[in-house]
């Protein structure tokens, strides 16, 4: 039998996906754009609607990034707004476990499940960057082992509040309104390296006893995170050979923690381009990726790389021949940059013969290297790639990312998704009214 493909939707946030020059670009703060495109979404039968966090206006070199966007609303405003024009449509929000705390955090995400009938989700994301830590009170900011110490017992005192609460909890008396059943119903007492908190949870249990729980690191930390405690991983190997070795790797791990392969799903972000032919949709990708690959743009690339002030350098000639500086302390302010987890001196020389291979500009290698659209062609080559990409175990579905907002997503849906549904792998109605019913994951505890 064949894999059921799923399907969410990313809002683009803090980017530089997004064309803004092409006349169709909207609003990223204005409502009718979260609607708009979410309201696509569920009309596609989409799992859920993916919204990023931003902590801070990103720079480089003192400059806010040329194509980015910026600033970005609050998540559970926009989320617990969305709430209200969606019936089915899971609501996941990226919140950053380095400078939050996880009793607002909880109350937050019960509340989301509460007022979505049961569509709430957590990517759960750490911090590495002291740049972001200047608008928090601790400041500052964290290594990577204590990153993920942090997340981990930041997930594990949320789930502790959010099970203080039982189901039946609350009983619905007709005369006396609502009582408590149970006298120590939301009481928690948790304490680990990391916090110290003791109290009663305000929230009672939500719809699915939980939010969906998602992970995106892609370090050897972040990968156990997520066969460890997630529901979904958002991925960023969406290419074909490299999801299915990133696949097969976290899937492995999931034994280890008393986990079947099913428990995690993993999700990669994925663009499409979508033409009437092929050669089509590859010349209007082109044209997408000089758009999203300014001259200047380019130069930031290669600074995160590089670790040096670029500025001057021609983005139209060749790579810089000095190599790049390696450590911590990075120029990319505001960027993870540290998902580089090779020697960025042996990603440079790496670049470098691509390059050489290619004749190609700075400009062009960036392009190249950076490249985002995942699917280029007519709908029946998307709708067939996608397929194979679930099937053959390179993904489990695929979190779309639309280079205009907020009508990207409408073509997908009128012409993609009717493909996937006559295979007989895309829905043609949700199975349920929470998330977890449309993903297939077993209730949580």
Do not use: C
């Not at 740049?131 to 789930?159: I, M, P, W």
């Not at 505001?334 to 960025?344: C, L, W």
């Amino acid at each position: 039998m064949s894999k059921q493909v799923h399907l969410a939707a990313h809002f683009p946030g803090v980017n530089n996906t997004t064309v803004w020059g092409d006349p169709a670009a909207g609003s990223h703060i204005e409502f009718n754009s979260f609607v708009h495109l979410a309201q696509t979404a569920e009309r596609g039968r989409f799992d859920f609607f993916f919204l990023a966090e931003g902590l801070r206006i990103r720079e480089q070199n003192g400059l806010i990034y040329e194509l980015d966007v910026v600033g970005r609303p609050d998540t559970f405003t926009v989320l617990s707004a969305l709430a209200a024009v969606t019936d089915y449509l899971g609501l996941t929000g990226t919140i950053n476990s380095t400078f939050n705390e996880p009793v607002e955090v909880a109350k937050q995400f019960a509340t989301l499940d509460h007022l979505s009938g049961g569509r709430a989700a957590w990517n759960v994301v750490t911090s590495w960057d002291e740049f972001t830590g200047e608008n928090f009170r601790r400041g500052g900011y964290l290594t990577a082992d204590q990153r993920y110490t942090r997340a981990k017992e930041f997930l594990d005192a949320a789930t502790t509040l959010w099970d203080s609460w039982a189901d039946g909890d609350v009983v619905a008396d007709a005369s006396s309104g609502q009582f408590l059943e149970r006298d120590d119903a939301g009481v928690f007492d948790y304490h680990s390296s990391q916090f110290d908190i003791t109290g009663r949870f305000a929230v009672p249990r939500s719809p699915q006893g939980r939010p969906v729980i998602f992970q995106a690191g892609d370090s050897e930390e972040g990968r156990e995170f997520a066969a460890a405690t997630a529901d979904a991983i958002f991925s960023r190997h969406a290419k074909y050979d490299d999801g299915r070795a990133f696949y097969a790797d976290v899937k492995r791990r999931l034994p280890a923690y008393g986990r079947a392969n099913d428990d995690l799903l993993v999700l990669p972000a994925a663009s499409f381009v979508i033409g009437a032919t092929d050669t089509e949709a590859a010349d209007i990708a082109h044209d997408v990726r000089l758009a999203q690959v300014s001259p200047a743009t380019a130069i930031n690339f290669l600074e995160q790389l590089w670790n040096r002030d670029l500025s001057s350098h021609d983005p139209d000639g060749p790579l810089p021949t000095v190599d790049p500086v390696p450590g911590d302390n990075t120029i990319a302010k505001g960027r993870a940059s540290t998902r580089h987890h090779r020697d960025p001196r042996d990603i440079a020389n790496e670049w470098r013969r691509i390059a050489e291979a290619g004749n190609l500009t700075t400009r062009e290698l960036i392009i190249k290297v950076t490249g985002r659209q995942s699917f280029v062609g007519s709908a029946s080559t998307i709708a067939a790639a996608i397929n194979k990409n679930v099937q053959d175990e390179a993904a489990d579905g695929f979190i779309l990312v639309p280079h205009i907002t907020p009508g990207g997503l409408d073509r997908f849906v009128d012409e993609v998704i009717p493909l996937l549904q006559e295979r007989g792998v895309y829905r043609t109605d949700y199975e349920g009214t929470t998330l977890r019913d449309n993903l297939g994951l077993t209730a949580s505890a």
